[in-house]
Nanobody, 127 residues
């Protein structure tokens, strides 16, 4: 089992930056990738970004078109922590952000791939 705990959400203004953290614990050696999804009320969870967790294969970051060029996903394996750096935030980025972990490869934009989910952290961007 792997436990994921997000932190770093909050209320910011449009154009501001924010960094989310995801602390992983447990059998992190089983993880192949770590990702981020977000969800707003009444909508399905939306893929945001993912990064390979295992270090020897490179990071291979992958982003949704809606955040490409503004968000950066990274990891610090020594700290067992992943990060989502969010720049130039827009009101439409307002959502609950979830950290996710996958133990197998596949289509990283699908929620079904991910075995582990954090509890979520709220990000609110005011205009």
């Amino acid at each position: 089992q792997v436990q994921l705990v997000e932190s770093g959400g909050g209320l910011v203004q449009a154009g501001d930056s924010l960094r989310l953290s995801c602390a992983a614990s447990g059998r992190t050696d089983n993880l192949l990738s770590m990702g981020w999804f977000r969800q707003t009320p009444g909508k399905e969870r939306e893929f945001v970004a993912r990064i390979r967790w295992i270090t020897w294969s490179g990071s291979a970051p992958f982003y949704a078109d809606s955040v490409k060029g503004r968000f950066t996903v990274s990891r610090d394996n020594d700290k067992n922590t992943g990060y989502l750096h969010m720049n130039a935030l827009k009101p439409e980025d307002t959502a609950v952000y979830y950290c996710v972990g996958a133990t197998r490869s596949g289509n990283y934009a699908y929620t079904e791939l991910y075995d582990y989910w954090g509890q979520g952290t709220q990000v609110t961007v005011s205009s």
